[in-house]
């Protein structure tokens, strides 16, 4: 060829041992197809590149794809398979699909299965290489078996079991056998698999926090204690004003507090309404008593006298209200003098 092309591939430092051992045997077979190969243990580089000599321009890339499959360690037995017409190779990240760690490992453990029965069944049914290493899985086959391995390790990741696609391919292993139906749909003949999913609790519109509005600018800077003084204006007064008027607002507390005292002190002597009603019930009783029984007055009253008020008792009445404002007099008196 007229033109070199060169290839690089860095690997990890756990294959440096098994590189640098099986080194001279990769040598030996790219240099079949005259294609030179080189190994820098200072960086962790693999690098392929073109000779003159080199006759078919595809080698170059089986080549690249040889040392990407050693990287990501694949023995030397399986991976120069690659340089053979019809086989091709291709790395599938698992890496960023699932990001809780735990999870990742215990999804990646059921592709590969127990004592690798899994896997050991996915190269079966697909005619094909399959390798898993850390966040990747190496597979090698023809373009057909590439994808139905691409699509299985794709969907465990996704919480989706290989079993479920093993299922299917057995199946259809089994249809392509009979030449009736190879022209047919075979929907009907593969298991439809429905997606269980535990009844999650459902929250209420109610209990839905409704998310606010943001705004594109920013918020208005928030006044300071200052700004507000000055706004109300007390910022300008001063410290004497300031104190006549606490002293106001004390003065006004005071008269208020004063002003209800009073109420509740003239409360105490307000009739309530349990007492009149039993004063009512006393005077009723009265009213009937006269009603049954006429006093003497009402009598002299229905003898034709002219005048209702007996006099003689309004007389008596007076007399007893004069000696007892007597008697609070002398009382009076001798209080005020009491050495006398």
């Known amino acids: 060829m007229l033109e070199e092309s060169s290839f690089a591939c860095l690997f990890p430092q756990y294959r440096e041992k098994y590189l640098k051992e099986v080194w001279p045997e990769v040598k030996r077979v790219l240099g079949v197809h005259f294609v030179k190969a080189e190994l820098d243990l200072i960086e962790g580089s693999m690098t392929v590149r073109t000779t003159k000599k080199t006759y078919d321009p595809y080698i170059i890339l089986k080549a690249r794809d040889m040392i990407k499959l050693l990287a990501r360690s694949v023995p030397i037995a399986q991976a120069k398979k690659i340089l053979d017409d019809g086989m091709f190779c291709d790395i599938i990240k698992i890496g960023g699909i699932v990001r809780n760690k735990e999870k990742f490992v215990k999804r990646r453990q059921r592709l590969v299965g127990p004592n690798g029965s899994t896997l050991k069944a996915i190269e079966l049914l697909t005619n094909s290489y399959v390798l898993v290493q ?32 093993i299922k299917e391919l057995m199946i259809k292993r089994e249809l392509e056998k009979d030449p009736a139906l190879a022209k047919e749909n075979w929907e009907r003949f593969l298991p439809q698999f ?127 209200r004069e000696k007892k404002r007597k008697l609070k007099a002398r009382e009076d008196e001798g209080s005020a003098h009491p050495l006398l």
């Open 134 to 165: 850390g966040q990747t899985v190496s597979v090698m086959g023809s373009p057909k078996s590439i994808k139905l391995v691409q699509r299985l390790v794709e969907d465990c990741m996704k919480n989706i079991h290989p079993v479920y696609h």
């Open 194 to 320: 429905k997606k269980r999913n535990v009844a999650r609790k459902t929250l209420k519109k109610s209990q839905i926090k409704k998310r606010k509005e943001k705004s594109l600018f920013p918020p208005e800077q928030t006044p300071r204690k200052e700004d507000l003084l000055m706004e109300s204006g007390e910022y300008f007064v001063t410290e004497e004003q300031t104190q006549m008027k606490k002293a106001a607002e004390i003065l006004e507390k005071r008269q208020a507090k004063t002003a209800e005292r009073k109420r509740n002190r003239q409360k105490a002597f307000e009739p309530s309404e349990q007492n009149s009603i039993q004063k009512r019930m006393k005077g009723g009783g009265k009213e009937q008593e006269s009603r049954d029984f006429p006093s003497s007055s009402s009598q002299g009253a229905l003898n034709g006298d002219d005048n209702n008020i007996n006099a003689q008792a309004l007389a008596e009445k007076f007399k007893i």
